[in-house]
Protein backbone atom coordinates (compact mmCIF):
# COMPACT_ATOMS: atom_id res chain seq x y z
CA UNK A 1 0.00 0.00 0.00
CA UNK A 2 2.44 2.34 1.28
CA UNK A 3 4.82 1.72 -2.15
CA UNK A 4 1.27 2.73 -4.36
CA UNK A 5 1.86 6.09 -2.74
CA UNK A 6 5.36 6.67 -3.59
CA UNK A 7 4.46 5.76 -7.09
CA UNK A 8 1.56 8.61 -7.60
CA UNK A 9 3.89 10.68 -5.58
CA UNK A 10 7.12 10.44 -7.70
CA UNK A 11 4.78 10.79 -10.53
CA UNK A 12 3.15 13.95 -9.11
CA UNK A 13 6.79 15.33 -8.38
CA UNK A 14 7.67 14.91 -11.96
CA UNK A 15 5.11 16.89 -13.24
CA UNK A 16 5.65 20.00 -10.72
CA UNK A 17 9.43 19.15 -11.56
CA UNK A 18 8.40 19.80 -15.15
CA UNK A 19 6.58 23.32 -14.59
CA UNK A 20 9.13 24.24 -12.47
CA UNK A 21 11.54 23.95 -15.42
CA UNK A 22 9.37 25.61 -17.60
CA UNK A 23 9.32 22.90 -19.89
CA UNK A 24 7.01 22.70 -22.77
CA UNK A 25 5.25 19.90 -25.12
CA UNK A 26 8.28 18.32 -27.30
CA UNK A 27 11.07 19.35 -24.93
CA UNK A 28 13.60 16.63 -23.91
CA UNK A 29 12.78 15.32 -20.52
CA UNK A 30 15.70 15.58 -18.24
CA UNK A 31 17.71 11.81 -18.18
CA UNK A 32 16.73 9.31 -15.44
CA UNK A 33 20.16 10.04 -13.87
CA UNK A 34 19.18 13.73 -13.45
CA UNK A 35 15.68 12.56 -11.98
CA UNK A 36 16.82 10.15 -9.41
CA UNK A 37 19.50 12.59 -8.48
CA UNK A 38 16.99 15.52 -8.32
CA UNK A 39 14.35 13.85 -6.51
CA UNK A 40 15.90 11.22 -4.33
CA UNK A 41 14.47 8.08 -5.38
CA UNK A 42 15.25 5.01 -6.92
CA UNK A 43 15.60 4.18 -10.76
CA UNK A 44 13.06 2.02 -10.73
CA UNK A 45 10.43 4.31 -9.46
CA UNK A 46 11.49 6.81 -11.75
CA UNK A 47 11.34 4.29 -14.46
CA UNK A 48 7.97 3.61 -13.03
CA UNK A 49 6.54 6.99 -12.92
CA UNK A 50 7.71 7.66 -16.35
CA UNK A 51 5.48 4.96 -18.09
CA UNK A 52 2.22 6.27 -16.12
CA UNK A 53 3.34 9.45 -17.34
CA UNK A 54 3.38 8.10 -20.57
CA UNK A 55 0.45 6.17 -20.53
CA UNK A 56 -1.14 9.35 -19.56
CA UNK A 57 0.62 11.66 -22.39
CA UNK A 58 2.39 14.04 -20.28
CA UNK A 59 5.74 12.51 -21.77
CA UNK A 60 6.45 10.62 -24.89
CA UNK A 61 8.95 8.32 -25.39
CA UNK A 62 10.19 7.94 -28.78
CA UNK A 63 11.94 4.79 -29.54
CA UNK A 64 15.60 5.59 -30.23
CA UNK A 65 15.68 9.12 -29.37
CA UNK A 66 14.82 9.67 -25.69
CA UNK A 67 11.99 10.77 -23.77
CA UNK A 68 9.98 14.39 -24.58
CA UNK A 69 7.48 16.59 -22.63
CA UNK A 70 4.55 14.80 -24.24
CA UNK A 71 1.56 17.02 -25.84
CA UNK A 72 -1.04 15.69 -23.16
CA UNK A 73 -3.06 14.36 -25.96
CA UNK A 74 -7.04 13.62 -25.23
CA UNK A 75 -5.34 9.42 -26.28
CA UNK A 76 -6.01 8.67 -22.33
CA UNK A 77 -9.74 9.33 -22.93
CA UNK A 78 -9.75 7.61 -26.81
CA UNK A 79 -8.04 4.55 -24.69
CA UNK A 80 -10.65 5.09 -21.48
CA UNK A 81 -14.09 5.31 -23.71
CA UNK A 82 -13.06 2.60 -26.11
CA UNK A 83 -12.50 0.29 -23.05
CA UNK A 84 -15.55 1.62 -21.58
CA UNK A 85 -17.62 0.90 -24.72
CA UNK A 86 -16.32 -2.66 -25.25
CA UNK A 87 -16.92 -3.71 -21.78
CA UNK A 88 -20.16 -2.58 -22.13
CA UNK A 89 -21.24 -4.39 -24.98
CA UNK A 90 -23.88 -6.52 -23.88
CA UNK A 91 -25.09 -3.11 -22.34
CA UNK A 92 -27.22 -1.58 -25.37
CA UNK A 93 -24.37 -0.31 -26.93
CA UNK A 94 -24.72 2.20 -24.74
CA UNK A 95 -21.23 4.15 -24.64
CA UNK A 96 -21.27 4.06 -28.37
CA UNK A 97 -24.73 5.59 -28.31
CA UNK A 98 -23.45 8.20 -26.27
CA UNK A 99 -20.51 9.28 -28.39
CA UNK A 100 -22.16 9.53 -31.52
CA UNK A 101 -24.62 12.19 -29.67
CA UNK A 102 -22.21 13.99 -28.63
CA UNK A 103 -20.42 14.30 -31.58
CA UNK A 104 -23.76 15.25 -32.92
CA UNK A 105 -24.31 18.20 -30.13
CA UNK A 106 -20.22 19.50 -30.29
CA UNK A 107 -20.97 19.40 -34.25
CA UNK A 108 -24.12 21.46 -33.34
CA UNK A 109 -22.37 23.27 -31.10
CA UNK A 110 -19.45 24.72 -33.26
CA UNK A 111 -21.80 25.73 -36.02
CA UNK A 112 -21.93 29.21 -35.46
CA UNK A 113 -17.87 29.41 -35.12
CA UNK A 114 -17.50 27.26 -38.26
CA UNK A 115 -19.91 29.25 -40.49
CA UNK A 116 -17.70 33.06 -39.39
CA UNK A 117 -14.21 31.26 -39.65
CA UNK A 118 -15.33 29.79 -43.16
CA UNK A 119 -16.95 32.73 -44.90
CA UNK A 120 -14.95 33.57 -47.79
CA UNK A 121 -12.13 31.21 -47.17
CA UNK A 122 -11.36 28.28 -49.05
CA UNK A 123 -13.31 25.18 -48.81
CA UNK A 124 -11.75 23.72 -51.82
CA UNK A 125 -9.46 21.41 -49.55
CA UNK A 126 -12.54 19.91 -47.88
CA UNK A 127 -13.98 19.32 -50.80
CA UNK A 128 -11.11 17.23 -52.19
CA UNK A 129 -11.80 15.32 -49.08
CA UNK A 130 -15.11 14.46 -50.08
CA UNK A 131 -14.23 13.68 -53.12
CA UNK A 132 -11.68 10.99 -51.92
CA UNK A 133 -13.89 9.60 -49.63
CA UNK A 134 -16.96 8.94 -52.59
CA UNK A 135 -14.39 7.34 -54.54
CA UNK A 136 -13.30 5.15 -52.22
CA UNK A 137 -16.72 3.88 -51.22
CA UNK A 138 -17.58 3.90 -54.98
CA UNK A 139 -14.45 1.14 -55.10
CA UNK A 140 -15.91 -0.60 -51.34
CA UNK A 141 -12.79 0.68 -50.03
CA UNK A 142 -12.93 1.80 -46.52
CA UNK A 143 -12.89 5.45 -46.03
CA UNK A 144 -12.26 6.60 -42.78
CA UNK A 145 -8.73 7.97 -43.22
CA UNK A 146 -10.71 10.35 -45.87
CA UNK A 147 -13.19 10.68 -43.16
CA UNK A 148 -10.93 11.79 -40.49
CA UNK A 149 -9.09 14.44 -42.71
CA UNK A 150 -12.26 15.78 -44.05
CA UNK A 151 -13.52 16.68 -40.22
CA UNK A 152 -9.37 17.66 -39.49
CA UNK A 153 -9.91 20.20 -42.49
CA UNK A 154 -13.05 21.57 -41.67
CA UNK A 155 -12.27 22.15 -37.60
CA UNK A 156 -8.55 23.65 -38.41
CA UNK A 157 -10.16 26.85 -38.30
CA UNK A 158 -11.49 27.08 -34.71
CA UNK A 159 -10.06 28.48 -32.22
CA UNK A 160 -9.97 26.17 -29.90
CA UNK A 161 -7.13 23.59 -29.81
CA UNK A 162 -9.29 21.44 -27.20
CA UNK A 163 -12.80 21.46 -28.92
CA UNK A 164 -10.67 19.66 -31.97
CA UNK A 165 -8.58 17.36 -30.15
CA UNK A 166 -12.42 16.40 -28.69
CA UNK A 167 -13.76 16.05 -31.63
CA UNK A 168 -11.32 13.82 -33.10
CA UNK A 169 -10.77 11.92 -30.07
CA UNK A 170 -15.17 10.91 -30.37
CA UNK A 171 -14.44 10.82 -33.91
CA UNK A 172 -11.48 7.64 -33.17
CA UNK A 173 -13.44 6.33 -30.67
CA UNK A 174 -16.51 5.95 -32.83
CA UNK A 175 -14.68 4.63 -36.01
CA UNK A 176 -12.77 2.29 -33.72
CA UNK A 177 -15.63 0.76 -31.49
CA UNK A 178 -18.38 0.06 -34.48
CA UNK A 179 -16.05 -3.34 -35.71
CA UNK A 180 -15.06 -4.36 -32.49
CA UNK A 181 -19.33 -4.05 -31.68
CA UNK A 182 -20.52 -5.99 -34.45
CA UNK A 183 -22.56 -3.07 -35.30
CA UNK A 184 -24.51 -4.31 -38.55
CA UNK A 185 -23.07 -1.86 -41.92
CA UNK A 186 -25.54 0.90 -42.08
CA UNK A 187 -27.12 -0.12 -45.49
CA UNK A 188 -27.41 3.85 -46.59
CA UNK A 189 -24.11 5.06 -45.62
CA UNK A 190 -23.90 6.67 -48.46
CA UNK A 191 -26.31 9.10 -47.22
CA UNK A 192 -23.66 9.95 -44.61
CA UNK A 193 -20.75 10.62 -47.65
CA UNK A 194 -22.92 13.15 -49.55
CA UNK A 195 -23.60 14.47 -46.39
CA UNK A 196 -20.54 15.92 -45.96
CA UNK A 197 -20.77 17.81 -49.26
CA UNK A 198 -24.05 19.47 -47.78
CA UNK A 199 -22.09 20.35 -44.83
CA UNK A 200 -19.55 22.06 -46.75
CA UNK A 201 -22.62 23.40 -49.15
CA UNK A 202 -23.95 24.89 -45.69
CA UNK A 203 -20.36 26.72 -44.85
CA UNK A 204 -19.96 28.10 -48.47
CA UNK A 205 -23.04 29.82 -48.58
CA UNK A 206 -23.43 30.88 -44.93
CA UNK A 207 -26.62 29.21 -44.05
CA UNK A 208 -26.98 28.16 -40.22
CA UNK A 209 -29.69 26.17 -40.81
CA UNK A 210 -28.33 24.34 -43.77
CA UNK A 211 -25.72 23.69 -41.38
CA UNK A 212 -27.72 22.01 -39.12
CA UNK A 213 -29.75 19.84 -41.11
CA UNK A 214 -26.51 18.24 -42.70
CA UNK A 215 -25.34 17.41 -39.19
CA UNK A 216 -28.53 15.54 -38.77
CA UNK A 217 -27.90 13.46 -42.24
CA UNK A 218 -24.68 13.16 -41.32
CA UNK A 219 -25.27 10.86 -38.60
CA UNK A 220 -28.29 9.86 -39.42
CA UNK A 221 -27.45 6.20 -41.27
CA UNK A 222 -25.32 5.40 -38.08
CA UNK A 223 -28.03 6.18 -35.43
CA UNK A 224 -30.68 3.44 -37.70
CA UNK A 225 -28.06 1.16 -37.50
CA UNK A 226 -27.77 1.32 -34.19
CA UNK A 227 -31.24 1.84 -33.78
CA UNK A 228 -31.75 -1.75 -35.19
CA UNK A 229 -28.95 -3.41 -33.91
CA UNK A 230 -30.36 -2.79 -30.24
CA UNK A 231 -33.94 -3.81 -31.06
CA UNK B 1 13.41 0.37 -24.86
CA UNK B 2 12.00 -3.48 -24.94
CA UNK B 3 10.77 -2.73 -21.59
CA UNK B 4 8.62 -0.42 -22.09
CA UNK B 5 7.05 -2.58 -24.86
CA UNK B 6 6.76 -4.83 -22.62
CA UNK B 7 5.41 -2.51 -20.12
CA UNK B 8 2.15 -1.46 -22.57
CA UNK B 9 2.07 -5.24 -23.45
CA UNK B 10 1.42 -6.50 -20.03
CA UNK B 11 -1.11 -3.59 -19.51
CA UNK B 12 -3.09 -4.40 -22.48
CA UNK B 13 -2.98 -7.91 -21.60
CA UNK B 14 -4.91 -6.96 -18.47
CA UNK B 15 -7.65 -5.56 -20.49
CA UNK B 16 -8.24 -8.24 -22.76
CA UNK B 17 -8.16 -10.40 -19.22
CA UNK B 18 -11.14 -8.38 -18.03
CA UNK B 19 -12.91 -7.97 -20.95
CA UNK B 20 -12.63 -11.70 -21.19
CA UNK B 21 -13.57 -12.33 -17.89
CA UNK B 22 -16.79 -10.08 -18.57
CA UNK B 23 -15.74 -8.16 -15.50
CA UNK B 24 -17.64 -4.88 -14.90
CA UNK B 25 -16.84 -1.74 -13.12
CA UNK B 26 -16.88 -2.67 -9.12
CA UNK B 27 -15.99 -6.27 -9.68
CA UNK B 28 -13.10 -6.99 -7.46
CA UNK B 29 -9.56 -8.02 -9.88
CA UNK B 30 -8.44 -11.17 -10.11
CA UNK B 31 -5.69 -11.25 -7.55
CA UNK B 32 -1.63 -10.21 -8.47
CA UNK B 33 -0.68 -14.02 -8.09
CA UNK B 34 -3.64 -15.57 -10.44
CA UNK B 35 -2.66 -12.67 -13.16
CA UNK B 36 1.23 -13.54 -12.33
CA UNK B 37 -0.08 -16.95 -13.18
CA UNK B 38 -1.93 -16.42 -16.27
CA UNK B 39 -0.15 -13.92 -18.04
CA UNK B 40 3.11 -15.59 -17.81
CA UNK B 41 4.89 -11.98 -16.41
CA UNK B 42 6.83 -11.18 -13.33
CA UNK B 43 4.91 -9.83 -10.26
CA UNK B 44 6.82 -6.67 -10.61
CA UNK B 45 5.62 -6.18 -14.50
CA UNK B 46 2.11 -6.85 -12.64
CA UNK B 47 2.38 -4.57 -10.10
CA UNK B 48 3.29 -1.73 -12.77
CA UNK B 49 0.77 -2.57 -15.12
CA UNK B 50 -1.56 -2.31 -12.30
CA UNK B 51 -0.51 1.39 -11.43
CA UNK B 52 -0.66 2.38 -15.18
CA UNK B 53 -4.04 0.89 -15.22
CA UNK B 54 -5.00 2.91 -12.30
CA UNK B 55 -3.85 6.08 -13.37
CA UNK B 56 -6.60 5.43 -16.26
CA UNK B 57 -9.41 4.62 -13.71
CA UNK B 58 -9.42 1.73 -15.60
CA UNK B 59 -8.23 -0.17 -12.42
CA UNK B 60 -8.94 0.83 -8.87
CA UNK B 61 -7.19 0.25 -6.00
CA UNK B 62 -9.16 1.01 -2.11
CA UNK B 63 -6.78 0.65 0.53
CA UNK B 64 -7.11 -2.03 2.89
CA UNK B 65 -10.43 -3.03 0.50
CA UNK B 66 -8.00 -5.07 -2.44
CA UNK B 67 -8.26 -4.02 -6.27
CA UNK B 68 -11.39 -3.16 -8.17
CA UNK B 69 -12.34 -2.83 -11.94
CA UNK B 70 -12.40 1.23 -12.21
CA UNK B 71 -14.80 3.45 -13.40
CA UNK B 72 -13.18 4.42 -15.95
CA UNK B 73 -14.28 8.01 -14.47
CA UNK B 74 -12.83 10.97 -16.70
CA UNK B 75 -10.25 11.88 -14.37
CA UNK B 76 -7.22 11.51 -16.62
CA UNK B 77 -9.09 13.71 -18.49
CA UNK B 78 -9.14 16.48 -15.66
CA UNK B 79 -5.47 15.53 -14.98
CA UNK B 80 -4.18 16.15 -18.25
CA UNK B 81 -6.12 19.30 -18.60
CA UNK B 82 -5.34 20.56 -16.07
CA UNK B 83 -1.57 19.99 -16.14
CA UNK B 84 -1.86 21.37 -19.50
CA UNK B 85 -3.21 24.67 -17.99
CA UNK B 86 -0.58 25.33 -15.63
CA UNK B 87 1.84 24.27 -18.64
CA UNK B 88 0.34 27.27 -20.79
CA UNK B 89 -0.03 29.60 -17.79
CA UNK B 90 2.25 32.12 -19.74
CA UNK B 91 0.50 31.32 -23.21
CA UNK B 92 -2.12 33.86 -23.20
CA UNK B 93 -4.34 31.34 -20.38
CA UNK B 94 -5.81 29.60 -23.60
CA UNK B 95 -6.38 26.38 -22.27
CA UNK B 96 -8.36 28.17 -19.27
CA UNK B 97 -10.05 29.72 -21.95
CA UNK B 98 -10.75 27.19 -24.38
CA UNK B 99 -12.19 24.77 -21.45
CA UNK B 100 -14.82 27.87 -20.63
CA UNK B 101 -15.79 27.59 -24.36
CA UNK B 102 -16.42 24.48 -24.65
CA UNK B 103 -18.49 24.37 -21.29
CA UNK B 104 -20.50 27.00 -23.01
CA UNK B 105 -20.52 25.02 -26.31
CA UNK B 106 -21.53 21.85 -24.15
CA UNK B 107 -24.38 23.66 -22.31
CA UNK B 108 -26.15 25.54 -25.32
CA UNK B 109 -26.07 22.07 -26.88
CA UNK B 110 -27.87 19.97 -24.35
CA UNK B 111 -30.20 22.96 -23.98
CA UNK B 112 -33.10 20.73 -26.03
CA UNK B 113 -32.97 17.44 -24.51
CA UNK B 114 -32.75 19.10 -20.31
CA UNK B 115 -35.95 21.29 -21.58
CA UNK B 116 -37.55 18.57 -22.72
CA UNK B 117 -36.53 16.05 -19.89
CA UNK B 118 -37.49 19.04 -17.03
CA UNK B 119 -40.74 19.64 -18.61
CA UNK B 120 -43.39 18.50 -15.60
CA UNK B 121 -40.37 18.06 -13.43
CA UNK B 122 -39.85 19.15 -10.19
CA UNK B 123 -36.59 21.67 -10.07
CA UNK B 124 -36.96 21.91 -6.43
CA UNK B 125 -33.33 20.19 -5.69
CA UNK B 126 -31.45 22.66 -8.09
CA UNK B 127 -33.60 25.65 -6.45
CA UNK B 128 -32.25 24.51 -3.62
CA UNK B 129 -28.70 24.79 -5.05
CA UNK B 130 -28.82 28.35 -6.11
CA UNK B 131 -29.79 29.36 -2.34
CA UNK B 132 -26.71 27.69 -1.12
CA UNK B 133 -24.81 29.15 -3.40
CA UNK B 134 -26.25 32.60 -2.56
CA UNK B 135 -25.98 31.98 0.81
CA UNK B 136 -22.35 31.26 1.19
CA UNK B 137 -21.59 33.92 -1.38
CA UNK B 138 -23.49 36.24 0.68
CA UNK B 139 -21.19 35.02 3.49
CA UNK B 140 -18.25 35.68 1.72
CA UNK B 141 -17.51 31.66 1.55
CA UNK B 142 -16.49 29.50 -1.24
CA UNK B 143 -19.69 28.50 -3.45
CA UNK B 144 -17.91 26.06 -5.68
CA UNK B 145 -19.71 22.82 -3.88
CA UNK B 146 -22.72 24.29 -4.39
CA UNK B 147 -21.82 24.87 -7.84
CA UNK B 148 -21.03 21.64 -8.96
CA UNK B 149 -23.97 20.04 -7.14
CA UNK B 150 -26.34 22.71 -9.45
CA UNK B 151 -24.92 21.76 -12.47
CA UNK B 152 -24.91 17.75 -11.57
CA UNK B 153 -29.17 18.38 -10.48
CA UNK B 154 -29.40 19.85 -13.77
CA UNK B 155 -28.06 17.77 -15.23
CA UNK B 156 -28.91 14.21 -13.79
CA UNK B 157 -31.80 14.11 -16.38
CA UNK B 158 -29.71 14.22 -19.22
CA UNK B 159 -30.40 10.12 -20.88
CA UNK B 160 -26.67 10.70 -21.41
CA UNK B 161 -23.69 9.10 -18.86
CA UNK B 162 -20.79 10.77 -21.37
CA UNK B 163 -21.59 14.15 -21.77
CA UNK B 164 -22.64 14.17 -17.90
CA UNK B 165 -19.16 13.43 -16.96
CA UNK B 166 -17.57 15.60 -19.68
CA UNK B 167 -19.54 18.51 -17.97
CA UNK B 168 -18.38 17.52 -14.67
CA UNK B 169 -14.86 17.03 -15.61
CA UNK B 170 -14.60 20.73 -17.24
CA UNK B 171 -16.09 21.96 -14.51
CA UNK B 172 -13.57 20.71 -12.27
CA UNK B 173 -10.42 21.36 -14.45
CA UNK B 174 -12.09 25.23 -14.62
CA UNK B 175 -12.41 25.38 -11.10
CA UNK B 176 -9.41 24.11 -10.12
CA UNK B 177 -7.12 26.10 -12.63
CA UNK B 178 -8.83 29.43 -11.64
CA UNK B 179 -6.65 29.46 -8.60
CA UNK B 180 -3.63 28.25 -10.25
CA UNK B 181 -3.40 30.79 -13.30
CA UNK B 182 -3.78 33.76 -10.74
CA UNK B 183 -6.88 34.97 -12.82
CA UNK B 184 -8.04 37.88 -10.68
CA UNK B 185 -11.59 37.18 -9.10
CA UNK B 186 -14.05 38.52 -11.42
CA UNK B 187 -15.90 41.38 -9.43
CA UNK B 188 -19.70 40.82 -10.59
CA UNK B 189 -19.43 37.12 -9.50
CA UNK B 190 -22.82 37.78 -8.54
CA UNK B 191 -24.61 37.81 -11.81
CA UNK B 192 -23.29 34.09 -11.92
CA UNK B 193 -24.86 33.00 -9.20
CA UNK B 194 -28.12 35.07 -9.93
CA UNK B 195 -27.47 33.47 -13.94
CA UNK B 196 -28.38 29.96 -11.46
CA UNK B 197 -31.50 31.07 -10.49
CA UNK B 198 -32.05 32.15 -14.40
CA UNK B 199 -31.48 28.44 -15.99
CA UNK B 200 -34.08 27.44 -13.54
CA UNK B 201 -36.50 29.76 -14.95
CA UNK B 202 -35.88 29.26 -18.11
CA UNK B 203 -35.98 24.96 -17.69
CA UNK B 204 -39.51 25.45 -15.81
CA UNK B 205 -41.32 27.60 -18.43
CA UNK B 206 -39.13 26.00 -21.07
CA UNK B 207 -37.84 28.65 -22.85
CA UNK B 208 -35.36 27.69 -25.38
CA UNK B 209 -34.30 31.45 -25.45
CA UNK B 210 -33.88 31.82 -22.00
CA UNK B 211 -32.18 28.96 -21.58
CA UNK B 212 -29.32 30.58 -23.88
CA UNK B 213 -29.71 33.34 -22.57
CA UNK B 214 -29.40 32.67 -18.87
CA UNK B 215 -26.32 29.83 -20.12
CA UNK B 216 -24.14 33.01 -21.72
CA UNK B 217 -24.96 35.04 -18.56
CA UNK B 218 -23.57 32.50 -16.24
CA UNK B 219 -20.09 32.68 -17.96
CA UNK B 220 -20.11 36.43 -18.92
CA UNK B 221 -18.26 37.16 -15.89
CA UNK B 222 -15.99 34.63 -15.72
CA UNK B 223 -15.14 35.88 -19.61
CA UNK B 224 -14.66 38.77 -18.99
CA UNK B 225 -12.28 38.13 -16.62
CA UNK B 226 -10.26 36.24 -18.69
CA UNK B 227 -10.21 38.92 -21.13
CA UNK B 228 -8.83 41.69 -18.32
CA UNK B 229 -6.23 39.17 -17.40
CA UNK B 230 -4.60 38.28 -20.77
CA UNK B 231 -5.15 42.50 -21.74
Known sequence: ???????????????????RS???????????????????????SVREAMRTLSSLDIVEVRHGH???VGRMSLAPLVDGLLFRARLNDGNDLRTLREVVQARIALD?????GLLAAWAH?????????????????????????????FHAAILAKLDNELMI???????????????????????????TVEAHDAIVDALEVGDAEAY???VHAH??????ALTAASD
Chains 1, 2 share one sequence.
Open 1 to 19: MRRQDAGGDVVNRIKELIL
Open 22 to 44: GLHPGDPMPTEAHLVEELGVARS
Open 66 to 68: GTF
Open 108 to 112: LSIGP
Open 121 to 149: EDLAPARAEVERMREAFAAGRDFAEADQA
Open 165 to 191: QLSDAFWQVHTSALPLLDVPPAGDIRL
Open 212 to 214: ARA
Open 219 to 224: YAPLER
